[in-house]
């Protein structure tokens, strides 16, 4: 028993899946076949008891109706009793008192023993089954006994016949429902088979060609195929960027240490002789490891990705005002306004991810301006939102770069940029947070006038 299931779990979903189904329609057949020959059989036995009871009635009615002084030629003129006998295949005896045969009609069967009386019995005679009936019977003055032999010949190979055709018909089901099996297991793992096939192929190759399976069907099938599609998608894109990530990341890394290593190597030539030298450099090169350091603290804040806590909760206000504070010490020269329309709810995020998204804005549009840097924020209930309006009066951002200035490391200008400084990360973590805490972003900008940040934010109730 173990050993089959051990065979039967090792077999593919196309076997497993024929094998079940021929085994459910044959024993459904067989269960079918059993209880027509069973229910055949019992009633065809039941009609040949009638068919002997009745030539016995038929006999007995007969002699009774003669009287004792009955002979052969009223026998023989009653002509639809013996017809009935002989097509019957029927062997009707008559016994006197000493069971001695006086009268025979058809001889088809040799005698059987004359007990017991009255009841119809199953016997072998010449080796065949029969019914036979004896039936005690007073004529006049005289006792005798009738006894009819039926014989079950006719019986036996209707059912034999009845078992064989099953037995075939039997055979044939096996064979038509393990074909019919066969196909449909065909047929509906096909795109299985073309899923195991894909990702075959995404694990020898990757994701080196598109993945796409098509099926039309709208079943279980289409739908694991279309979430499979979907997924695929979504790692292909993933694994694209995240190459990409890795690209940038290098290129950008590679820089300050590109950097750093000129100026040391510098100084070991010559460079330590010189104090200009020796200052400009060692400046240079902490500035690059700042930065080094601040581009590999915002790609660990990418990379960790952290549930968030449905009990976070900030207030903007207080958020913003640190912020606010915080800028004004690093840039005197910038002007920064905070200004709030009705009564301002706690949000939905934390205190410190709000301070990050805020300060990455702010720092952006002091970075990238070219005059005495004007950022005004504005706070709005909207609905159950808060929306907060970060307008500044930068260089702006040209229409056809808006898409794509939340990808880490994008860069509108690089030149200009990397004069300026930043990683390039700061508003890829901004919209990351945003994202985790269920807000939104829209960017409007105008080149040389300036660039408009509005951010949606649901309220903590």
């Not at 080094?292 to 960790?304: D, F, G, T």
């Not at 209930?381 to 930068?394: F, H, M, S």
């Amino acid at each position: 028993m173990i050993k089959i299931k051990e065979y039967f779990t090792n077999l593919s979903l196309q076997r497993k899946w024929m094998l079940t189904s021929s085994a459910v329609i044959f024993i459904s057949y067989a269960i079918i076949c059993i209880v027509v020959y069973v229910s055949l059989h019992t009633w065809l036995l039941n009609d040949e008891g009638s068919k002997v009871k009745r030539t016995k009635d038929d006999v007995v009615s007969f002699l009774e109706s003669q009287g004792p002084n009955i002979s052969v030629q009223q026998l023989q003129q009653n002509t639809g009793l013996l017809k009935s006998i002989v097509d019957r295949d029927q062997t009707v005896r008559l016994f006197n008192n000493d069971g001695i045969e006086i009268l025979r009609i058809n001889n088809a069967s040799q005698a059987a023993p004359l007990t017991p009386m009255g009841s119809i019995v199953q016997m072998t005679i010449d080796k065949k089954d029969a019914y036979v009936v004896n039936e005690p019977l007073q004529l006049g003055f005289f006792q005798v006994y009738i006894q009819v032999i039926h014989p079950l010949t006719r019986f036996e190979s209707l059912m034999r016949y009845l078992l064989t055709a099953m037995l075939i018909a039997g055979v044939g089901a096996l064979l038509l429902s393990g074909s019919i099996g066969y196909y449909l297991a065909n047929y509906l793992t096909k795109p299985l088979h073309a899923l195991r096939a894909s990702m075959k192929t995404v694990m020898d190759q990757g994701f080196n060609e598109p993945i796409q399976l098509s099926y039309t069907s709208h079943d279980e099938i289409g739908d694991l195929l279309k979430m499979y599609n979907a997924m695929m998608n979504e790692l292909q894109i993933s694994f694209a960027q995240q190459q990409q990530f890795v690209a940038d990341a290098s290129h950008e890394l590679r820089t300050p240490i590109q950097a750093i290593e000129g100026h040391l190597s510098l100084l070991k030539r010559w460079g330590k002789d010189d104090p200009a030298i020796l200052e400009e450099s060692i400046e240079t090169s902490l500035t690059e490891i700042t930065r080094m350091r601040k581009m590999i603290e915002e790609l660990l804040e990418l990379a960790r990705r952290e549930e968030k806590d449905e009990m976070s909760e900030a207030n903007p206000i207080y958020v913003i005002d640190s912020v606010i504070a915080e800028m004004e010490l690093l840039h005197p020269t910038a002007k920064i306004t905070l200004s709030k329309i009705g009564e301002i709810g706690p949000v939905f995020i934390t205190s410190n991810a709000l301070s990050q998204i805020v300060r990455n804005i702010v720092e952006n549009a002091i970075r990238y301006c070219e005059k005495v840097p004007e950022v005004n924020i504005s706070l709005l209930t909207l609905d159950d939102k808060l929306q907060i309006q970060i307008a500044d009066n930068g260089i702006g951002i040209a229409e056809q770069n808006l898409p794509y200035i939340f990808d880490r490391f994008y860069r509108v200008d690089e030149a200009r940029n990397r004069q300026i400084g930043g990683t390039g990360l700061g508003l890829s973590i901004s919209k990351m947070l945003l994202e985790k805490y269920n807000a939104s972003v829209e960017v409007k900008s105008e080149e040389n006038v300036g660039t408009v940040f509005l951010l949606r934010m649901p309220l903590k109730y």
